[in-house]
């Protein structure tokens, strides 16, 4: 009896080691996923460029607000324009994939300033994060569109990784006038945790506990410290427009529902029902960049004629 006893005790902490083992691998394939993402292979984005669209971009680089390397980026001047749109991809995506919007945000006589995180387009196989180190690249693009135009009012479009960091550095940075967040997460937490139990289809907090740990060990920082959840009140009275998927499969669409009910002031939520993951525009390309725009449109001109004051 008691030799059983021993092989049921011995054989239980092997079976509870196997599990710790088994979910420390999880949670270390997370991290080293998220934050060491492979070079991506340039042809499958570079099927068009803003010569195939008649655009008469400038090809700009410009310091991060800290940090040695350099961030690549498209500016485009409207002549007598009195407002720049910052448009900015998100985690692992170039600055290719927002032209279209770049193309009709230019057209509608706006400056336009796009670029690509560090380490997420074109230069890759560089160590990552998710939205905690880019936002020194998003405060470098702010920094150079108002050396662009110094006068502009500044709203910003933004998608996934880039809609977040753009919540948080509009919170902290009023010279942001209006955001766009297309498929912004609530929290770095939630964004890993959906793409988990996405993919394991278990319970996702004992890995995120070990791989909030690790991740702090290996890129210095934890899961609280990007949150925009935390940040978006902030940003009042300033207007924000919220944009999501209802069959997102990266960033949980719910996030969206609690950004919108943490927001002050003018907020808007347009939740798109058949769109995935930043798919909004490929929904009704018409639809979108009209709501993108007047939303734009109202919202710069209102803080145009705040700042200039009665007459």
């Known amino acids: 009896m008691f030799t059983f006893v021993c092989d049921l005790f011995v054989g239980g902490l092997g079976g ?24 991506t292979n340039p042809f499958a984005y570079e099927t068009i460029s803003p010569f195939e669209l008649g655009l008469p971009v400038e090809n700009v ?23 720049t749109i910052i448009v900015c991809p ?10 279209a919007v770049v193309n009709f945000l230019w057209r509608a006589h706006y400056n336009v300033l796009a670029f690509e995180y560090y380490g997420h387009g074109a230069i890759g196989g560089v160590p990552v994060t998710l939205g905690y180190r880019e936002r020194e690249d998003f405060l470098g693009a702010l920094a150079y569109a108002q050396t662009r135009s110094p006068e502009s009012h500044i709203g910003v479009l933004a998608y996934s990784m880039g809609a977040a960091i753009a919540i948080l550095c509009g919170a902290d940075h009023p010279e942001i006038d209006v955001i766009v967040a297309d ?3 609530a929290t770095h937490r939630s964004a890993v945790s959906y793409n988990l139990r996405r993919a394991l289809h278990v319970p996702a907090t004992p890995f995120l506990w070990i791989g909030d740990h690790l991740l702090h060990l290996r890129a210095g920082y934890r899961f609280h410290q990007v949150e925009p959840l935390r940040a978006i009140a902030r940003l009042a009275p300033r207007p924000i427009l919220l944009i999501h998927g209802c069959r997102d499969s990266m960033v949980d669409p719910r996030d969206a529902r609690l950004l919108y ?15 995935n993951h930043c798919g909004a525009y490929f929904e009704n390309r018409e639809r979108y960049i009209r709501r993108v725009v007047a939303f734009f449109e109202t919202h710069l001109k209102e803080t145009s004629a705040v700042r200039k004051g009665p007459r």
């Open 16 to 39: 509870l080691l196997l599990v710790g083992l088994t979910i420390g691998a999880v949670a270390w394939y997370m991290v080293d996923t998220l934050i060491r993402p492979k070079k």
């Open 61 to 83: 680089t410009f310091a991060p607000r800290t940090g040695r390397h350099l961030v690549s980026g498209w500016y485009l001047a409207a002549p007598g324009a009195t407002s």
């Open 90 to 99: 998100g985690y692992r995506t170039r600055k290719t994939q927002v032209l």
């Open 183 to 185: 498929s912004a997460f």
């Open 261 to 275: 009910r943490a927001a002050k002031g003018h907020k808007q939520l347009w939740m798109v029902p058949q769109a």
